[in-house]
């Protein structure tokens, strides 16, 4: 696996996890009959809140990123985007689980939405998430928190 690392989003990532977000989404958005070039880089615009956002970084530039937004008593997983040269590496396997462990530990269960028929859906499923709901366009899932396992 290649080396990455995390590091908070700032307000400037903006563009490039827009950017980001309309190349991993194109395939899926356009076998659902919802792509739209410019409604897809604005919907993350207006959903952008670098406070609850990290950017995957490889070799030292942007790959990908991931945002943990607080919503009651639960976390949705939001904006998972990986570039597609580095996804299939276990980078994000990796930061997803790095996510769920701090998850577990808080205690609360993590919330996210899938496009309908996106590969994602099985990288979810191997990790726990199972299926709350779905539409026509999205599979929404969740994930209860799992017990610590203490070694010794």
């Known amino acids: 696996m290649t080396d990455w690392d995390l590091r908070p989003a700032a307000a400037t990532d903006v563009e490039a996890v827009a950017e980001l977000r309309a190349l991993v989404l194109r395939d899926d958005l356009e076998r659902l009959g919802r792509y739209d070039p410019h ?11 670098p406070e609850h956002t990290w950017v995957v970084d490889v070799d030292g530039a942007f790959a990908g990123c991931v945002a943990l937004r607080p919503a009651g008593d639960a976390r949705w997983l939001e904006h998972f985007y ?15 689980r790095a996510l769920l462990d701090q998850c577990d ?3 609360v269960p993590v919330r ?7 590969a994602a859906r099985r990288l979810y499923e191997r990790h726990g ?13 969740v ?10």
Not at 82 to 96: E, H, M, W, Y
Not at 112 to 118: D, E, H, K
Not at 129 to 141: I, L, R
Not at 143 to 152: F, I, K, S, Y
């Open 39 to 49: 409604r897809v880089r604005q919907r993350l615009r207006d959903a952008f809140v």
């Open 82 to 96: 990986l570039a597609p040269r580095l996804q299939g590496g276990g980078i994000g396997t990796a930061v997803l």
């Open 105 to 107: 530990r808080d205690g």
């Open 112 to 118: 996210l939405n899938v496009l309908r028929g996106s």
């Open 129 to 141: 998430f199972t299926v709350g709901s779905e539409d026509a366009v999205d599979v929404f899932m």
């Open 143 to 152: 994930r209860e928190p799992r017990a610590a396992v203490c070694g010794g």
